[in-house]
């Protein structure tokens, strides 16, 4: 008899030492500034915080810029960027919708994994873009772009805001007639079938084919993938 009241008066002392503890933490924040009258509010926006700081991203703009400029002469760097950012929103942009048929190759293949782990992304925000690489050989050029950037989901009813970041390939490349979709990375004569002995050449070596008034030459997206 006397156990079972010691237990009950031990559970009453419990409950009112979780209630006291609980109005002293709540007066504590109160005291310093913040408007808070629920514990839930402290920790869900704690929660909600974590992700605030944008991924960093290491730009390589002070070394290859220079040579990108001198490589190609018309290149404008500013207007890639932004091209790859449209790549990416369009990406998300299609996510969203839940229709990922519009896009091609590498790009859907990404939006498709992405739509498997999130169903509701929402206020896509780019951070920066900056180049990470840069590489140029006779056979093939290379820019590889680095994109940081935020969105939010949705979990358990409650937007969550996520960092992340991508690296995106952009390969050179002759602009392609509408139905030859894919990228040729075999620079060939279109007249005579010859291989070129380089990617700058502006004629054919072998029936002298002037390939510059057929095709413009211009980089474009091969690969996207997180990191
Ligand atoms: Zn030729």
């Not at 933490?25 to 109160?30: C, E, L, N, S």
């Not at 760097?77 to 990406?91: P, T, V």
Request: net charge positive; charged share 25%.
């Amino acid at each position: 008899m006397y156990f079972l009241i010691g237990v009950v008066i031990f559970i009453l002392f419990c409950i009112v030492f979780y209630f006291v503890l609980k109005a002293k933490i709540i007066r504590f924040f109160q005291g310093l500034g913040f408007p808070i009258s629920q514990l839930g509010d402290i920790i869900r926006d704690v929660r909600l915080d974590e992700e605030d700081t944008p991924k960093s991203l290491a730009s390589m703009d002070s070394i290859y810029l220079k040579q990108l400029e001198k490589d190609f002469p018309n290149i404008e760097i500013s207007k890639l960027k932004r091209k790859a950012e449209s790549i990416l929103m369009d990406i998300y942009h299609s996510i969203k919708n839940g229709d990922v048929s519009g896009l091609e190759g590498k790009m859907k293949t990404f939006a498709e994994d992405e739509a498997l782990k999130h169903n509701s992304i929402s206020d896509l925000k780019i951070h920066n873009t900056v180049i990470s690489n840069y590489n140029k050989n006779n056979k093939k050029a290379t820019i590889i772009f680095s994109i940081a950037y935020q969105y939010y989901i949705l979990k358990n009813g409650i937007k969550k805001k996520i960092q992340d970041r991508v690296r995106m390939e952009f390969i050179y490349t002759l602009e392609l007639e509408e139905e030859l979709k894919s990228p040729i990375l075999d620079f060939r004569c279109p007249n005579c079938g010859s291989p070129f002995h380089n990617i700058d050449d502006e004629s054919c070596s072998y029936c002298g084919c002037k390939l510059l008034r057929i095709f413009n030459r211009i980089f474009i997206c091969n690969n996207i993938v997180r990191y």
